[in-house]
């Protein structure tokens, strides 16, 4: 194919766009945010803070530490973004008064929606909810930790823990120590929900969990193939990359069912004159499959490499194991059964491949819209597959980069917080302990609601995140929280989970200092493996009663344990917790002299730019991926009447562009044309084929509940899909389950809207 043909698809066949969608994504409406929370009141606590030597709270792609608040790690300056000031902009609103939960009762507080919750303020008292009670109430720091030894002193396998990626590395690594030290392997953890099939999927084939490729090796790539992912809204750090590669002659070929603005089009305010207003050109190509159908689509570029002479046969042969069965899938797949399953044409797969194929080094990334599929883990190794076939692992500017969401998820990993604790850490926890680790399979997030659910659970620690609004089936949910005896939430702001995710006996609220506060030193680690040093800072809630995160886990872990295995009141002090990282996790030594170097690092053995693989041959074992079987319940399924006026649809959760995981920012979406949260994204076609309109109520129903008055709206989605926007839609529907790894599919929900 001549390089004229690879652009066979000037714009997304769905490209439908609806009115209020803007041109470009990003853009002057970027620096309109920034003008105006930068020059308000606030404006100088914002500066303080965007100025501060510690990694930013948004995403695993953000910027600070040693190097500067506005800098990454190759020293690049003007690396903030939005996200970043709406994150920021959330903590340094004054505390929520007390008053307010003594005056407003718990079901006062269950009617408000997740963006008023967060503009309550910050969290500035201790707070407990007692048995029988309908009003938080405050509680002494004393009371705190006499309710919660006694609560972690009920047998192991019914004591756990939920975490998300706001808190530091220390702060994990205590948890961890903490939980195994009392014999529980129960570290649910928010990466559970999402890039779960990445590390497992990548451990099989690679020996490791983690993107193997850095920023410097990104930059070095011309070629990026970006599916499931939407940095626009949620990484755009990300996005200036992808700029700087198609103005470098490179490629980026989008996978999407939805066209995403941002991803066709993008101004960034780091590029003020060729960027920000006229925007630059992202995709090179947009391919948009079926929900669900990822296998096939790559199966079929793998087909299409072979059938070009692009296949990197010599390269199969010397540095992987499984290769051949996975060449001969690709070869003996017809070409009708992968265009059917994925919903994308022949001429389209191979102009994928035909940009793979004649690129020097490619970087495949991807996010949940690969992850949080039912064949999810089949999903990363048919991408991993495709990396291999053409060479593109184990050389510069080429790899495999899962594109991580919260800042930290990926420390918390390191650090040990989870059900899959690699071999290695464990022998280093052992020799600590002087014991063998606690055998017994631990609870991941969704099996930890379902054991919760079942009674198996009296006590539960939350190190921030939002359990309850994370997970799917929110009743559910919430009838599994309210079987726990106890529940302790450490959080710096209020979220939905501390009034719906109600214990049976005492919830408590923990108010902590986030990471510009802390008092000491902290890490975190960004999606690519790098380690960022966060200085000291201090609160602006003079008035309020805080604790660090680290404080709270060494005071309880002392009166739990008392000094086994270590001095736990002496790690209070961070630098003595880095210490023991250097010590127990693999690829953290520099961690030892951080304190006195202030050298942020690269972990070791996880950036892979040669073919030789931390696995016990050295090479990469490739693995088929089996073809999806798609289907959706017919229309009776849904216990309606025959006559009913509708249609069923294959629907993706996902998050608005003012939104952070949970925290919702804004009400609308401005990128879609969504003007707010009680809306379904859908194809014109399928709307007017079941005899519904644009902007008009609908309901739709899951297979375990149903919304109302849901406006529908317009967009550039392939037909039979839709997309709802999460946490709200999850009360909706019970997911399907990836087994190898326990993550929810939220990317492909079956769901009837009708009149």
């Given at each position: ?197 990445s590390t497992t999927g990548l451990n099989k084939m690679f020996g490791t969990r983690t993107s193997i490729v850095s920023l410097e090796n990104l930059k ?36 999407n069912p939805i066209m995403e603005i941002g991803l066709v089009k993008f101004g960034s305010p780091a590029f003020p004159v060729k960027s920000l207003i ?465 993550t929810p599919a939220y990317k492909r929900v079956p769901v009837l809207v009708h009149a």
């Amino acid at each position: 194919m001549d390089s004229t043909q690879q652009n066979v698809q000037p714009v997304p066949p769905f490209n439908n766009r609806n009115e209020e969608t803007p041109a470009i994504g990003g853009g002057l409406p970027v620096i309109e945010y920034w003008a105006e929370h930068t020059l308000s009141a606030e404006g100088p606590k914002l500066w303080k803070t965007l100025l501060h030597k510690s990694a930013c709270l948004s995403c695993s792609w953000g910027t600070g530490g040693q190097k500067g608040g506005f800098t990454n790690e190759e020293g690049e300056k003007l690396q903030r973004c939005m996200k970043s000031v709406e994150a920021i902009s959330a903590e340094i609103k004054p505390s929520v008064p007390m008053q307010v939960f003594e005056q407003r009762s718990v079901d006062q507080l269950q009617r408000l929606t997740s963006m008023e919750a967060d503009q309550l303020g910050r969290l500035g008292y201790p707070m407990i909810l007692r048995e029988k009670t309908s009003y938080y109430e405050r509680i002494s720091w004393e009371e705190i930790y006499q309710i919660a030894e006694a609560a972690f002193r009920k047998s192991p396998e019914r004591v756990a823990s939920y975490s998300s990626g706001r808190s530091s590395n220390e702060a994990a690594f205590l948890l961890q120590l903490m939980m195994r030290t009392l014999g529980s392997n129960n570290l649910a953890d928010c990466s559970d929900l999402c890039h779960a099939p990445s590390t497992t999927g990548l451990n099989k084939m690679f020996g490791t969990r983690t993107s193997i490729v850095s920023l410097e090796n990104l930059k070095k790539a011309d070629c990026v193939v970006l599916a499931g992912s939407n940095p626009s809204y949620n990484q755009p750090r990300l996005m200036n990359e992808l700029i700087k590669l198609r103005d470098r002659g490179g490629k980026v070929i989008v996978i999407n069912p939805i066209m995403e603005i941002g991803l066709v089009k993008f101004g960034s305010p780091a590029f003020p004159v060729k960027s920000l207003i006229p925007g630059s050109e992202i995709a090179s190509l947009y391919l948009q499959p079926i929900p669900g159908s990822d296998t096939a689509l790559f199966v079929g570029i793998q087909k299409s490499l072979i059938e070009q002479g692009f296949a990197q046969e010599n390269y199969l042969r010397n540095h992987t194991e499984g290769w051949e069965a996975v060449v001969e899938q690709a070869r003996s797949t017809p070409w009708e059964t992968i265009t059917e399953t994925c919903g994308v044409s022949q001429l389209e797969i191979e102009a994928a491949a035909t940009i793979i194929g004649t690129s020097k080094g490619v970087v495949f990334g991807w996010a949940m819209g690969i992850t949080q599929q039912k064949n999810s883990v089949d999903n990363v190794y048919s991408i991993a597959n495709t990396a291999l076939l053409s060479g593109n692992v184990g050389k510069e500017g080429a790899g495999v980069m899962p594109v991580r969401g919260h800042s930290n998820v990926q420390g918390f990993g390191s650090m040990g917080v989870t059900v899959d604790l690699k071999k290695e850490i464990q022998q280093t926890l052992e020799a600590l302990l002087g014991r063998s680790l606690s055998a017994v399979k631990g609870y991941d997030t969704r099996s930890l609601i379902e054991a919760a659910d079942a009674g198996k659970v009296d006590t539960l620690i939350c190190l921030g995140g939002n359990l309850y609004g994370a997970n799917p089936d929110s009743t559910q949910a919430r009838r599994a929280l309210g079987n726990i005896e106890t529940i302790i939430y450490v959080a710096t702001k209020p979220n939905l989970g501390h009034f719906h995710g109600l214990a049976k006996v005492n919830t408590i609220v923990i108010p902590v200092l986030n990471r510009f506060e802390n008092p000491h030193k902290t890490t975190v680690e960004s999606g690519n493996n790098f380690v960022r040093f966060n200085d000291p800072g201090e609160t602006h809630l003079t008035d309020a009663d805080l604790i660090p995160e680290v404080m709270f886990l060494t005071e309880l872990a002392h009166r739990i344990h008392g000094t086994y295995p270590v001095d736990w009141r002496r790690l209070q002090d961070t630098k003595y917790v880095r210490q023991l990282i250097a010590q127990t996790i693999p690829g953290f030594e520099k961690m030892a002299a951080i304190d006195e170097t202030n050298e942020e690092f690269t972990i070791g053995g996880r950036i892979i730019t040669e073919p030789h693989f931390p696995t016990p041959s050295g090479k990469a074992t490739m693995f088929t991926t089996p073809l999806p079987i798609l289907s959706l319940p017919e229309l009776k399924d849904f216990g309606v009447p025959e006559s009913t006026q509708g249609i069923v649809l294959a629907l993706m959760t996902g998050r608005s562009y003012s939104q952070h995981n949970t925290v919702v920012y804004k009400i609308d979406d401005k990128y879609r044309g969504m003007p707010h949260r009680n809306c379904i994204l859908m194809n014109r076609t399928d709307a007017e084929q079941a005899g519904l309109h644009a902007h008009q109520r609908v309901t739709v129903q899951g297979n375990v509940g149903k919304l109302e008055q849901v406006e529908v709206i317009y967009g550039s989605i392939r037909q039979g899909s839709a997309l709802m926007f999460y946490p709200e839609v999850n009360v909706i529907f019970h997911p399907e389950i990836e087994t190898r790894s326990g993550t929810p599919a939220y990317k492909r929900v079956p769901v009837l809207v009708h009149a």
